[in-house]
């Protein structure tokens, strides 16, 4: 543990495994637990924000994902569905509820009559703008404390990691 920071969870946890398996080297568990408990604590943060919206943080990716594929605002299912790396069997029921809401509507696919589009509602575009506006200032309130440079640093880092990881996971 460095001196220069304050203890946290992962540092206990690796403490327990030196005390329990010092033949082991649990290093590896500082940089996975920390990015896993960052994760889940963001996912509250960013949560709490989306539901001012009456949204859910699926809710919100979908509308987002439309949002920034540009004026029409429309995908394919296909498209929305391999873009939020969920199943299609999710994405037709979430497309249902999003639907009743209000938010997106289904529309005739001109490449292809047999398929329908998925395109932001008025309201949804409204809706959306709104929420991410709020979300890149609460994104913004959380990173703050943060120097620039670790910011930077942090962001370049996890780029690292996800080049590694995304071909695995293809």
């Known amino acids: 543990m460095s001196s220069q920071r304050p203890s946290d969870a992962v540092?206990?946890?690796?403490?327990?495994?030196?005390?329990?398996r010092p033949?082991?080297?649990?290093?590896?568990?500082?940089?996975?637990?920390?990015?896993?408990?960052?994760?889940?604590?963001l996912r509250r943060e960013l949560e709490q924000v989306f539901s001012h919206f009456g949204l859910s943080a699926w809710e919100f990716d979908v509308l987002a994902t439309?949002?920034?594929s540009g004026d029409p605002y429309c995908l394919a299912p296909t498209a929305l569905f391999s873009?939020?790396?969920?199943?299609?069997?999710?994405?037709?029921?979430?497309l249902q509820q999003l639907q009743a809401a209000?938010?997106?509507?289904?529309?005739?696919?001109?490449?292809?009559?047999?398929?329908?589009l998925v395109q932001l509602s008025p309201a949804g575009l409204e809706l959306i703008d709104r929420a991410l506006s709020?979300?890149?200032d609460n994104e913004a309130r959380l990173l703050a404390p943060?120097?620039?440079a670790t910011r930077l640093q942090l962001?370049?880092?996890?780029?690292?990691l996800l080049a590694i990881l995304e071909p695995a996971s293809e």
């Open 11 to 20: 540092d206990a946890i690796l403490q327990q495994w030196q005390r329990e």
């Open 23 to 41: 033949d082991l080297d649990a290093s590896p568990m500082a940089v996975i637990g920390r990015i896993g408990r960052c994760s889940a604590l």
């Open 66 to 68: 439309l949002r920034r």
């Open 83 to 94: 873009a939020l790396m969920i199943t299609s069997g999710t994405m037709t029921r979430q």
């Open 102 to 116: 209000g938010w997106v509507s289904r529309t005739p696919n001109p490449s292809d009559a047999r398929s329908l």
């Open 134 to 136: 709020a979300h890149v």
């Open 146 to 148: 943060l120097p620039a």
């Open 155 to 160: 962001a370049e880092g996890l780029s690292a």
